[in-house]
């Protein structure tokens, strides 16, 4: 038994719903595209889960956000697909793909043939067991990668009211979570091995701002040191965490977040794999002509810093599908992938938008004792990187526009007393229109739309001013004539 299509998206997260839409808008026809996923449900916008599915007061819960509601598009229910001839394959697992003769088997024996791959497998959230620890199947600890993962966690949070929750990890998942806890009035304990929150992109005055404010809604935090074990009762819920320093925290709730991993196994040995995820092309394409790759798992070129690199955020997985149809539809026309790496968060009243890379020197600019302050990272001289908190659209508009265009910054002091108006006016500066390169052939007037650079010009000129010479000279000698 089997089924054919011209177009599988391996995968139900965020680039599953983006990448649909696109099809959609390219003129796919009905009953062509196909979407294999795990989960129960059409695609969703995942950062909801961290953000307001979890809150006590009108949490989001489906169909709200399922995609592409996260970039103000249409929003993709089931019944949008079936009046669009997407086949939804839902709540089924791949159990195995063979890229040569474009094939997938389902674990329920079912073969899927397809003509395009495209692989939005996404990642999966690092267990406890994978370090050597035991305690997952308590149904007090949780994970928070999925919709089933949220329904999980609102339960435990639920029947812990006025309890203790530790939050093991201080990333993203650790912040958002340790916040929508607080405001459901739980104590929150936060624990992580770093020397403060977020270390793979704040610094650590920028970390000092926000565990300062966490702490004034009552959230603890213990650093420098990891879980060792749980303590259980009776019915095998956890009690109290143990921690490497020796110390004992309380704990009615744990909640888990360490950190996720690309899922590349259905394709190890049959696409090239690097950095731990799927390589591709600048048309997001692997090493097969005939599959592509998209969101946490493709490892791609990040042309603003000449380097490849796999990006876990919503907004690469959104534009990346996107680009990614596009390539696969009209590839004369799609160009090269061409992505700012970008990141957000929004807790309690804060929220902040970063731009770029976060290596070089740091400088910092604006109130940090207000409410709008932020950064640059500057590398070789020039601004690669932009973190801001409490801007307004323009303003981060304005830091991405800055680091695109990656500007020489001669005085960091300068820069410092400048703040966000550096960015402002950068961001403000028209930039320059590459000229027009004109040229002469047999066939009439050429005109490329290229840079032409200093070199040609002045041979342009010395041209123009022969071929002038020449002119008059050669009619002068024929009025002689």
């Not at 139900?12 to 009953?31: D, I, Q, S």
């Not at 609102?154 to 939050?167: D, E, F, K, P």
């Not at 070789?380 to 801001?388: M, R």
């Not at 032409?452 to 071929?467: C, E, N, P, Q």
């Amino acid at each position: 038994m089997g089924r054919a299509f011209v177009y599988v998206i391996l995968g139900g997260g965020v680039a599953a719903g983006y990448a649909a839409l696109e099809f959609t808008k390219r003129g796919v026809p009905p009953g062509e595209l196909c979407i294999i996923s795990e989960e129960p449900v059409a695609p969703y916008e995942r950062p909801a889960l961290s953000k307001g599915f979890l809150l006590p007061e009108s949490p989001a819960r489906l169909p709200s956000f399922h995609t592409c509601v996260g970039a103000n598009e249409e929003r993709l229910t089931p019944k949008w697909y079936k009046e669009h001839g997407i086949e939804l394959v839902l709540g089924t697992r791949v159990k195995s793909v063979d890229v040569r003769r474009k094939k997938l088997l389902t674990a329920t024996g079912e073969t899927i043939s397809y003509k395009i791959l495209l692989i939005a497998t996404g990642a999966r959230a690092l267990k406890l067991e994978e370090f050597g620890l035991n305690g997952s199947e308590a149904e007090n600890v949780c994970y928070l990668r999925d919709l089933a993962d949220a329904n999980g966690l609102v339960n435990a949070m639920q029947s812990c009211a006025g309890g203790n929750a530790v939050v093991i990890g201080g990333g993203y998942i650790g912040m958002e979570c340790a916040a929508s806890l607080a405001i459901n009035k739980i104590n929150v304990t936060m624990v992580f091995p770093e020397v403060h929150c977020m270390a793979r992109l704040f610094t650590p005055k920028i970390a000092s701002y926000y565990e300062e404010y966490y702490q004034s809604k009552g959230i603890k935090f213990t650093k420098g040191t990891v879980l060792s074990s749980f303590e259980f009762d009776s019915n095998g819920k956890v009690t109290a965490v143990n921690l490497r320093d020796g110390s004992c925290l309380p704990a009615d709730l744990v909640v888990v977040g360490i950190g996720i991993r690309p899922n590349t196994s259905l394709f190890e040995g049959q696409l090239t794999l690097e950095k731990g995820g799927i390589k591709v092309n600048g048309k997001l394409q692997t090493s097969i002509d005939s599959v592509y790759a998209v969101g946490d798992v493709a490892v791609f070129p990040v042309k603003l810093f000449g380097e490849t690199r796999r990006l876990e955020h919503v907004d690469l997985a959104r534009k990346s599908a996107k680009h990614a149809v596009a390539a696969i539809m009209e590839p004369e026309k799609s160009g090269e992938f061409d992505y700012l790496p970008f990141f957000y968060s929004r807790v309690f009243g804060l929220s902040w938008q970063f731009y770029g890379d976060n290596v070089g020197e740091a400088v910092h600019f604006g109130d940090f004792s207000g409410t709008t302050f932020g950064a640059y990272w500057i590398s070789k001289g020039h601004l690669i990187g932009s973190f801001l908190e409490g801007g307004t659209k323009e303003e981060y508009e304005a830091i991405a526009t800055a680091t695109r265009l990656k500007p020489l910054v001669e005085d960091l002091v300068e820069l410092e007393q400048q703040g966000l108006n550096f960015a402002l006016t950068v961001s403000k500066k028209p930039q320059p229109t590459p000229p027009i390169e004109v040229s002469h052939s047999t066939s009439g007037l050429v005109i490329l739309e290229k840079p032409a650079y200093a070199w040609h010009a002045t041979v342009g000129v010395i041209l123009a001013a022969s071929i002038a010479g020449f002119a008059y000279w050669y009619g002068r000698r024929r009025r002689r004539w």
